[in-house]
Structure formats: structure tokens, C-alpha cells
């Protein structure tokens, strides 16, 4: 145990709909605001607890790991039911362990994965809407596919981040100058029974990146981008080169790796 207490590691699940984002706000729902009232209340203990990136409002998680230290001495069993009577329903912490001093959930993290998820049928249903982009225009996946490829391996994402720069350099960088390069291991869709997903793994991700991504492939999906115009818009380097960003309920974090 360090002289400040244990250091902490948890995961959590949370329907991102009536929150604004991960990121604790004057006056506003977050998912870290939940989080640091709800140990406040169990321990006494007022930290902020860092989370592996910031999701936006709206945005969902399936397996979101946030990290904090704490001088309570609790069993992991104990302060993870806790929490979860304490919190909201629609967060959720999966595990709570005690991890090595060194941990933190963002800077210890080796990469991340996130899906886009598009409902492709006539209708709906008011049980998923709020998880999912409801487009059942005509796409071509296979363009789409073409299209996914090629971001694939290290680049300037530049032309896929928001515009707001220092956003950027703090969530991924925080101790380096301004950089938009990030390495994607993974990039593809895939139709599931009536939902069309996109799945992203990559070293780190820019504010906004993965629903650029999306909202770009959907210009080629609808024939008004070619799939070949991916490699000019990386090389523009600059956000008006790149797609619409796709509505946020449709994005899941489902992953993060140490």
C-alpha cells in the first residue's frame, strides 16, 4: 500500500444517454461526477477518478476502466457492491481491484477498442434507439469495407479530429507536444443480424475521431466519397477534408487494454 492508500482500478458499464460525458461539469450529469459522489459517499474520500478516455455526451461503454487512490481500507467485493447501490442504474461498475501503484487508467493503456452501431431495418424499436444510428439507406459495404482498410497502421489523424487541439494533446498526450498521430491495428464492419457495426482497435483515439471515421464512411457507403479518397483526406490533414460526425448513441469504448 503507498502512504496515500491503494490504488484502485475499476471497470464499468454505462448507458451514456442522459449524461454529459465522461468528463465532470459545473451543474451537468457525468459519468465521473457519479462516480466520485458515489465513493465520497461509501469512504468519506473526495477524489476524481481517471477514466481510460473521455467519452462524449451520449456515448456509451461496455468495459470503460477508470482508476483512483483510496485510504479506506475495503475488501474489492465490498466497495464494488457499494458503488453499485450507490450509483445510478445506468452505470454499473463490472470489477473493482486493487492495482499496482504505477496504474493509471489512461496512461497505462495499450490500446482501445470501440463499435459503431448502425440499426439497418424499416423500424427501430424504442428499445434500441438509444444505442444505435437508425439508417436504412442504401450502402455499399463493400466500399465501406475498401474504405475502413486504409486507415489501418500509424497515421496523421488530423483530418478526424474535432477542431479543438488541446482537447486532443490532453486526452492522449498529456505530457508531450501536439500530435494527431495514432496507430490503428484494427478497422472493419461487419452486418450482425439487422445492426451494422464498426469495430476500431488502435493505440489511442482523438476527441471525436472514431464518429469522423464513421460519418466518412458513410459518404462512401452512400457513393458521394470514393474509397480511395480516404488516403487524400489523412494526407490533408485538416477537418473540413473528412465527413460528417455520426450522432454519438451509436458509439460503445468495449475495450481497453494494459
Given at each position: 500500500?503507498?502512504e496515500?492508500?491503494?490504488?484502485?482500478?475499476?471497470?464499468?458499464?454505462y448507458?451514456g444517454?442522459?449524461?454529459?460525458?465522461?468528463?465532470v461539469?459545473?451543474?451537468?450529469?457525468?459519468?465521473?461526477?457519479?462516480?466520485?459522489?458515489?465513493?465520497y459517499?461509501?469512504?468519506?474520500?473526495?477524489?476524481?477518478?481517471?477514466?481510460?478516455?473521455?467519452?462524449?455526451?451520449?456515448?456509451?461503454?461496455?468495459?470503460?476502466?477508470?482508476?483512483?487512490?483510496?485510504?479506506?481500507?475495503?475488501?474489492?467485493?465490498?466497495?464494488?457492491?457499494?458503488?453499485?447501490?450507490?450509483?445510478?442504474a445506468?452505470?454499473?461498475?463490472?470489477?473493482?481491484?486493487?492495482a499496482?501503484?504505477g496504474?493509471?487508467a489512461?496512461?497505462?493503456?495499450?490500446?482501445?477498442t470501440?463499435e459503431?452501431?448502425?440499426?439497418?431495418?424499416?423500424?427501430?424499436?424504442?428499445?434500441?434507439?438509444?444505442?444505435?444510428?437508425?439508417?436504412?439507406?442504401?450502402?455499399?459495404?463493400?466500399?465501406?469495407?475498401l474504405?475502413?482498410?486504409?486507415?489501418?497502421?500509424?497515421?496523421?489523424f488530423?483530418s478526424?479530429a474535432?477542431?479543438?487541439?488541446?482537447?486532443?494533446?490532453?486526452?492522449?498526450?498529456?505530457?508531450?507536444?501536439?500530435?494527431?498521430?495514432?496507430?490503428?491495428?484494427n478497422s472493419?464492419?461487419?452486418?450482425?443480424?439487422?445492426?451494422?457495426?464498426?469495430?476500431?482497435?488502435?493505440?489511442?483515439f482523438?476527441?471525436h475521431?472514431?464518429?469522423?471515421?464513421v460519418?466518412?464512411?458513410?459518404?462512401?457507403?452512400?457513393?458521394?466519397?470514393?474509397?480511395a479518397?480516404?488516403?487524400?483526406?489523412?494526407?490533408?490533414?485538416?477537418?473540413?477534408?473528412?465527413?460528417?460526425?455520426?450522432?454519438?448513441?451509436?458509439?460503445?469504448?468495449?475495450?481497453?487494454?494494459y
Open positions: 500500500m503507498d496515500k492508500g491503494e490504488n484502485w482500478k475499476l471497470t464499468l458499464a448507458d444517454t442522459d449524461f454529459h460525458g465522461w468528463q461539469q459545473p451543474n451537468q450529469p457525468t459519468i465521473q461526477g457519479e462516480l466520485s459522489d458515489a465513493i459517499r461509501i469512504v468519506g474520500e473526495r477524489v476524481l477518478p481517471q477514466g481510460s478516455g473521455r467519452t462524449d455526451a451520449g456515448v456509451h461503454a461496455l468495459a470503460q476502466v477508470a482508476s483512483c487512490l483510496l485510504a479506506a481500507p475495503i475488501p474489492p467485493a465490498n466497495l464494488q457492491r457499494a458503488l453499485n447501490r450507490s450509483l445510478p445506468s452505470i454499473r461498475v463490472l470489477a473493482a481491484e486493487i499496482p501503484i496504474f493509471h489512461r496512461h497505462s493503456a495499450t490500446s482501445k470501440y459503431y452501431r448502425i440499426f439497418r431495418d424499416d423500424l427501430c424499436s424504442p428499445f434500441l434507439a438509444r444505442y444505435a444510428y437508425a439508417l436504412n439507406w442504401p450502402l455499399d459495404l463493400e466500399a465501406m469495407t474504405a475502413a482498410a486504409q486507415v489501418i497502421g500509424e497515421h496523421d488530423s478526424f474535432a477542431n479543438d487541439p488541446d482537447r486532443n494533446v490532453r486526452d492522449e498526450n498529456p505530457n508531450s507536444q501536439p500530435s494527431f498521430v495514432r496507430t490503428i491495428h472493419s464492419w461487419d452486418m450482425e443480424g439487422n445492426l451494422l457495426i464498426y469495430r476500431v482497435t488502435g493505440s489511442g482523438l476527441h475521431m472514431v464518429r469522423n471515421l460519418g466518412t464512411f458513410l459518404d462512401v457507403g452512400r457513393g458521394n466519397l470514393a474509397a479518397a480516404i488516403a487524400e483526406i489523412l494526407a490533408a490533414k485538416t477537418r473540413s477534408a473528412a465527413g460528417s460526425t455520426a450522432p454519438a448513441r451509436g458509439l460503445f469504448l468495449v475495450d481497453v487494454r
